[in-house]
């Protein structure tokens, strides 16, 4: 199997500044190993945004194999993994909830059938005024990615895991499977994607646009070109989720939807690895009942 995307191990190292990456070995996986602040304990989380496997049937049995060396585990499972929900089930007893549903495009179908008619429409009108590149050699693109992506960040307020450094993003960059695609507005970039592609999907991984951007439409001009540059390189294009924790959909999921074929379902899965542990921290910290999994990080931004 040629990995590339978030399976290739490249991923899970440009990641490190958050954790100790380390590979799970019957299932192919990656985790990042975390300290738990304030205590010598240690615990386990997917590498940001989706736990990506080569083999789902073998991940219970490397999540087993763990022991009670780490505190607990969570993960949000590939949304196009190959999995069933017994196998998610073995891995994390705990909790295996859907969390979202992910917008998702099948390239099989001509873009007319995909793209709603509005969105084709001020597509085509953003068009007359902006250019897209799509590149398979996106590290030259770098410091152009990162002004649109660092002035998403200030706007959003992004922080934690989700605000990769520029070091995490030049490593991603240089991996099999990665593109850009960016919109410049009289010759200056105004939005961009960045995308992950392994197996059958291109997973819509970053993005990033000035203040202007939406006034030009360029978010329309980059998702109406992406829909015809990826269909020969995968079956299908996943944009995604609602911003929203609860998954209700908002303005940012209309969009999507207009984009869309139909959705895929993503499960957020949690397990106690030791329990003693984990029991003698959430009681140390005087936190109550809680559905949060680990309750010791609940308010953290991971």
Not at 246 to 272: D, H, M, N, Q
């Amino acid at each position: 199997m040629v990995l590339s995307g978030y399976l290739h191990p490249g991923y899970a190292r440009s990641l490190s500044e958050f954790g100790t990456p380390t590979a799970l070995p019957r299932s192919g996986a990656w985790f990042l190993e975390r300290s738990i602040p304030g205590e010598p304990d240690t615990d386990a989380t997917c590498c940001y945004p989706y736990l990506a496997c080569q083999d789902w049937t073998a991940l219970a049995a490397d999540v087993d194999a763990l022991g009670e060396r780490l505190v607990s585990f969570t993960a949000t499972p590939d949304p196009f993994g190959a999995y069933s929900l017994d196998d998610l089930q073995r891995a994390f007893p705990d909790v295996t909830a859907h969390f979202k549903d992910h917008y998702v495009a099948d390239l099989t179908q001509p873009r007319e059938r995909i793209a709603s008619a509005h969105h084709r429409r001020l597509a085509e009108k953003a068009l007359r005024t902006i250019d897209v590149e799509c590149s398979d050699a996106p590290l030259a693109l770098l410091d152009e990615f990162m002004s649109l992506f660092e002035a998403s960040i200030r706007h959003f307020s992004i922080r934690g895991i989700r605000a990769y450094s520029r070091s995490a993003i030049a490593q991603q960059l240089a991996l099999p499977g990665a593109y850009v695609t960016l919109a410049r507005h009289g010759g200056v970039p105004v939005a961009a994607h960045m995308q992950l592609v392994h197996g059958e999907t291109a997973y819509g991984h970053l993005a990033g646009a000035t203040e202007n951007a939406n006034a030009l439409g360029a978010s329309y001009a980059l998702y109406y070109t992406e829909i015809d540059y990826f269909a020969n390189k995968a079956r299908w294009l996943d944009w995604g989720a609602e911003a929203t924790l609860t998954g209700a959909e908002g303005t940012l999921g209309r969009f999507k939807r207009g984009w869309s074929t139909g959705t895929r379902p993503a499960y957020f899965c949690g397990r106690v690895l030791n329990a003693a542990r984990y029991d003698e921290i959430v009681r140390a910290r005087g936190i109550g009942p809680t559905n949060y999994l680990p309750a010791y990080r609940e308010g953290e931004f991971r």
